[in-house]
C-alpha cells in the first residue's frame, strides 16, 4: 500500500528478470529450478496485482473487460509458449519471456500511478494529471475524493464516453497486461 501499485509492479518484475536470465543461461538443473520458482513468483505477484491497478485506472464501464483480458492474455501466453515449444528450445522462450518483461516494465515506467492511489497518499495535483492521463478529459474538478470505489470524469456525456471507447486510452491500461 506505501508503495503503489506501479511500483510494487516494476519492483517484483526483477524477480522475473532475474528467473529469466536464470533459464537463459541454465546448464543443470538447479539452476533452471530456481529460475522456474522466481519466474513463478512474479507471475503470481502481477496476477495479484495488474488487476488491482486495472480496476483503479479504467472507468466503470471498462472494469469487467480489463479484468477478463488477465485472464485472456494469461491463456494466449500459454498457448503461445506450447505452440512455440514445439519448434524452439527453452532458452529462446526464456528470451522472449524476458522481452516481454522488458517490454511491460518500459510500458509501466510511462504510465502514472493510478489516481485514487495518489489521492489516497494526498497528491492531488499528480491524481488530476493521471486522471487527465487515463480519462482524456479536462483535469479541473475530474477527481475530487479517494473514497470513491468507481473513480469517473465527472460531467462526461453518453457521446463522449462512446467516443473514447475507440481511442488511445482505453488501450493504455491493457498494456500492463503483457
Not at 2 to 23: H, M, Y
Not at 119 to 142: C, D, R
Not at 147 to 170: A, E, F, M, S
Request: one cysteine or more.
Amino acid at each position: 500500500e506505501w508503495l503503489g501499485i506501479k511500483s510494487s509492479l516494476i519492483l517484483f518484475s526483477q524477480f522475473g528478470v532475474v528467473g529469466g536470465l536464470l533459464l537463459v543461461w541454465a546448464n543443470d538443473g538447479v539452476s533452471m529450478t530456481i529460475g522456474r520458482v522466481l519466474a513463478g513468483v512474479y507471475t503470481s505477484l502481477c496476477q495479484s496485482l495488474v488487476p488491482v491497478y486495472n480496476s483503479e485506472v479504467s472507468t466503470y464501464s471498462f472494469k469487467k473487460f480489463y479484468g477478463g483480458m488477465l485472464g485472456v492474455s494469461i491463456r494466449c501466453g500459454l498457448l503461445s509458449s506450447y505452440v512455440l515449444g514445439i519448434w524452439i528450445g527453452y532458452h529462446w522462450l526464456a528470451v522472449i519471456y524476458l522481452v516481454l518483461i522488458v517490454f511491460m516494465n518500459l510500458n509501466l515506467v510511462f504510465l502514472p500511478e493510478s489516481p485514487k492511489w495518489l489521492l489516497k497518499k494526498g497528491l492531488t495535483e499528480k491524481a488530476e494529471k493521471a486522471s487527465e492521463y487515463f480519462y482524456n478529459i479536462p483535469i479541473s474538478g475530474t477527481v475530487t475524493t479517494a473514497t470513491d470505489n468507481n473513480i469517473t470524469p465527472q460531467g462526461t456525456t453518453l457521446r463522449h464516453k462512446i467516443t473514447n471507447y475507440l481511442k488511445w486510452p482505453v488501450l493504455r491500461p491493457l498494456l500492463v497486461c503483457c
